[in-house]
């Protein structure tokens, strides 16, 4: 949304509308309003007023919020940044990141050589709702790779066969 003015992001989004654009994601709240919740009505306002698909985003971190969101702004999709990140399962309905999903994650880092500072800060976004706040101090001070699979396997009791990683990624 553009500062202050509901009449000024309609106005943009028409003119986005015409120059050819064939959708339009929208976040429900201008920089300013970084803690606020965001506006889904101005979202369904814009998608009233277009004729190409809108996607609402901002602050959709559940199943639940993603239908919410839906049902509020009447946009054609939902768009989660923040959520997605802390579970990339939550569109399969999981209300947490699953293990064998972690794993996974940390076995493509691996294979497609992501440093471990990007591969830790991730890892530690899906697992924090998992974690108490010692094991959270405690991951936090992990500072490599093998420190972070000891974790996982004292943690979890989680194993990682980079030996058979190839193969049977290739098969799924």
């Not at 420190?147 to 990682?160: A, I, K, V, W």
Request: aromatic share 10%; charged share 25%; glycine share 4%.
């Amino acid at each position: 949304l553009l500062d202050g003015s509901l009449s000024k992001t309609l106005e943009l989004t028409s003119n986005i509308q015409k120059s050819g654009a064939s959708f339009i994601s929208v976040h429900g709240r201008t920089p300013r309003q970084r803690r606020e919740p965001p506006n889904y009505e101005a979202i369904r306002e814009i998608k009233r007023s277009l004729d190409v698909p809108v996607i609402a985003n901002g602050d959709c971190f559940s199943l639940d919020d993603f239908k919410r969101i839906a049902l509020l702004s009447e946009a054609d999709g939902v768009m989660s940044a923040r959520g997605l990140i802390r579970n990339p399962a939550l569109f399969a309905g999981f209300e947490h990141t699953p293990l064998e999903c972690v794993q996974k994650f940390v076995r493509y880092c691996v294979q497609y050589g992501q440093t471990f500072s990007t591969t830790h800060k991730m890892v530690f976004w899906m697992l924090e709702s998992l974690l108490s706040k010692s094991d959270r101090i405690v991951f936090q001070s992990l500072l490599s790779l093998p420190m972070m699979l000891d974790f996982f396997q004292n943690r979890f009791n989680l194993h990682f066969d980079f030996e058979k990683m190839n193969t049977s990624d290739e098969k799924t």
